[in-house]
């Protein structure tokens, strides 16, 4: 079945720091794909998506681009802050509603 | 406007019990999932449920069942519970089923301990 690899965390960096989460995936066809963020003690929300190859996904300030041809979806921030720290999941979807989720990356910003 | 609900928040029982988990979706949403997100991994799919049909079903036991009602909402049932079912449950809804661009919304979990 599909699958989906995330960098292993945790990761921490300083406030204003350059962020990149390595995600990569497995599927037949072509996928939707997204990034989750959970804040602790909460449920997931989206914070991006694309649904088709060279498709770029933005939502504050992250981005995240589409790469069919080395089958990546790798998410970007040019200057982090505290707020930002959580834990980061990739996620594509199978078929019309699965979600398939990467085991996810936790991400600590120290001021 | 009310987002994905559900309940309990917490949870404890011992092994061997059964368990009910509840869900309400988002007004005017019709289809609801679960996922298993055990700690430190990313959710696992459980079921879909679209119209009070089950529409997709991930790799559990039949130890696992779920239903929707009239007014979309749902319920995951677990029996015969075992330590290894510790985990966060997470309800998410969305609009319909079909349609592949359809978003889906999280609940905030119902955390499940199994002692």
């Known amino acids: 079945g599909d699958s989906v690899t995330q960098m292993e965390g945790p990761v921490t960096l300083s406030e204003e720091a350059f962020l990149t989460i390595n995600c990569t995936y497995t599927a037949t066809g072509y996928p939707s794909l997204f990034w989750y963020v959970q804040y602790p003690g909460e449920g997931l929300q989206l914070l991006l998506k694309?649904?088709?190859?060279?498709d770029k996904g933005s939502n504050k300030g992250f981005e995240a681009t589409y790469r069919k041809e080395t089958t990546s979806f790798h998410l970007e921030k040019g200057s982090v802050q505290v707020s930002d720290s959580a834990v980061y999941f990739c996620a594509l979807r199978e078929g019309a509603q699965k979600l398939v989720f990467g085991q996810g990356t936790r991400l600590t910003i120290n001021p | 406007d009310a987002g994905v609900t559900q309940s309990p928040t917490h949870l404890i029982k011992t092994r061997g019990q059964h368990v009910t988990l509840r869900c309400s979706p988002i007004s005017g949403h019709k289809s609801v999932s679960w996922y298993q997100q055990v700690l430190g991994q990313g959710p696992q799919f459980i079921f879909q449920?679209?119209?009070?049909?089950?529409?997709g079903r991930g790799n559990f036991p039949d130890r696992f069942s779920a239903r929707q009602f009239p007014n979309y909402s749902s319920e995951l049932n677990v029996n015969a519970l075992l330590l290894g079912d510790s985990a966060l449950y997470l309800c998410a809804s969305s609009l319909s089923a079909g349609d592949t661009y359809n978003e889906q919304f999280f609940g905030p979990g119902t955390r499940l301990t199994v002692l």
């Open positions: 449920y679209y119209e009070k049909e089950e529409r």
């Open positions: 694309a649904t088709k190859a060279d």
